[in-house]
């Protein structure tokens, strides 16, 4: 407590005359969460070691394990009521060797950076070769039909939409091609397709991310192929209309394996029954070092930890980090994290998750009842002097969403999306892009909200 008295006089001291809550108890003690946020080195640290010392942690891989190793070690070294392992099977899907792929053309060969798309089937060591046809739309596949595509290799170059504000948005207009583009190919007999990367940006990096087959079909190999390549390639077709490409990939699914998600608590003083959940998700993919995806959210969630026990706050419910496995193929994690709260008859107030990236927050939005989003709005008073003026009713995050039954408030974290697909599943999701000051920010802002809701109830 003499640690705890020391930081709210020190606030107090600072807000006077600063803002309309200098006198205000709850207005100090956030100031507090914020002030040593953005003093402190020890998330940004971590995060460095995961994404440096670890890396890309594709769900099921050595590298998946090691992070979880990670993880409840530095969870364990933070002195918690509580951590554990929570059991599952996940995917055990491999890249192989360096993708490899090129266009013969009048002028000679072109070669392009691709990467195979997340569960996709390799094409065997001879690779595969084939003619290309360029589609745009799902009514332009069904309209060329099995007499021009049977035998031929799909080409998915539709571009993201850049008109909406979120690049969310962008992403979402584009990555139906990535997730659908196999099977809906496979249907007129195409022996492979390409997919233009489900990104706003314009770059060299190819995009990796799940894809998806359906049992009753050819299972054909899939690639994703960059912005500024797919230019290229359209480019190419427009001058040879019977381009042939190459591509080899040698991914493979072995048998699944057995993974965990990683939890961490600080017991409830009055009300250890009822549990606030904040979390994010361990596995990323491989191709560079899963630092905003989702690297960041899980230390951000560590952080919020580690943030009440450094200023001396004393939770009255269970304050719960959860590491969920599994987020990018199948959300193993988050539906077994949910079955269990449903075995136990557990209480959940609140289930926030960050997966945007450490980007600059700028508020949080709500899957909740209308009198929980009232008085999740009411909190917002206490987070608009640090820019967080949005509390809107919209989406949560994935492995939190499982939750939806449980009756409790799902929360993600609004950041500014400009840069998040960028670095999406792409080779250039590393630490360096991850700015110290904006993800810690993030930490602060979540941890705010956890008081405030462990205080004042949902």
């Known amino acids: 407590m003499i640690k705890y008295f020391k930081y709210f006089l020190a606030s107090i ?24 946020a953005l003093t402190s080195n020890i998330s940004y640290e971590n995060l460095r070691e995961l994404c440096k010392n670890i890396g890309g942690r594709l769900t099921g891989s050595k590298h998946a394990n090691d992070a979880i190793k990670f993880i409840e070690g530095k969870l364990k070294g933070m002195n918690l009521d509580n951590v554990y392992l929570q059991e599952l099977k996940v995917r055990n899907w491999e890249r192989g060797e360096k993708e490899v792929a090129n266009a013969m053309t009048k002028k000679g060969r072109v070669n392009f950076n691709v990467c195979a798309l997340g569960i996709s089937v390799g094409t065997g060591d001879k690779g595969l070769t084939g003619k290309v046809i360029e589609v745009k739309s799902w009514e332009e596949l069904k309209n060329l039909g099995k007499e021009n595509i049977e035998g ?30 196999a099977v809906e190919s496979a249907r007129y007999g195409a022996i492979g397709v390409i997919v233009r990367s489900a990104t ?78 904040v979390g994010g998700h361990v596995d990323s993919w491989d191709l560079g070092e899963g630092a905003h995806d989702d690297g960041t959210g899980i230390v951000q969630s560590m952080e919020v930890l580690r943030l009440f026990q450094s200023i001396g706050i004393k939770p009255k ?34 289930a926030i998750e960050s997966d945007g990236g450490g980007f600059t927050p700028h508020g949080f939005s709500f899957e909740a009842s209308d009198a929980q ?16 003026h949005l509390f809107v009713k919209g989406g949560s995050g994935v492995d939190v969403g499982f939750l939806k039954e449980s009756g409790a408030a799902l929360i993600g974290l609004i950041v500014d999306s400009q840069r998040y697909f960028d670095y999406h599943h792409s080779a ?31």
């Open 152 to 181: 031929r290799i799909v080409f998915f170059s539709r571009a993201a939409d850049q008109k909406g504000y979120t690049t969310g948005y962008g992403y979402g207009s584009s990555v139906d091609q990535r997730v659908k583009g």
């Open 317 to 350: 419910h269970t304050i719960r980090f959860v590491g969920f496995m599994d987020e990018e193929i199948d959300q193993k994690g988050g539906r077994k994290y949910a079955d269990a709260v449903k075995n136990k008859n557990e209480k959940h107030l609140a």
């Open 373 to 388: 989003i009232e008085k999740l709005k009411s909190f917002q008073k206490y987070l608009e002097p640090y820019w967080m």
């Open 200 to 277: 706003v940006a314009y770059d060299g990096y190819p995009h990796t991310g799940v894809m998806r087959y359906n049992d009753s079909l050819t299972k054909i190999p899939a690639i994703g192929i960059s912005t500024k390549e797919s230019d290229i390639l359209s480019g190419l077709l427009k001058e040879d209309k019977d381009l042939e490409f190459y591509f080899r990939t040698t991914c493979h699914q072995d048998a699944d394996v057995k993974s965990f998600n990683v939890i961490g608590e600080i017991k409830g003083s009055e009300f250890p029954e009822e549990v606030i959940v």
């Open 428 to 458: 250039n999701d590393v630490f360096e892009n991850v700015n110290r000051r904006e993800m810690q920010l993030g930490s602060a802002s979540m941890a705010a909200l956890i008081y405030l809701i462990d205080k004042y109830g949902i």
């Open 13 to 36: 001291l600072i807000l006077t005359g600063f803002n309309a809550y200098s006198q205000d108890v709850d207005s100090a003690v956030i100031r507090n969460l914020y002030s040593e």
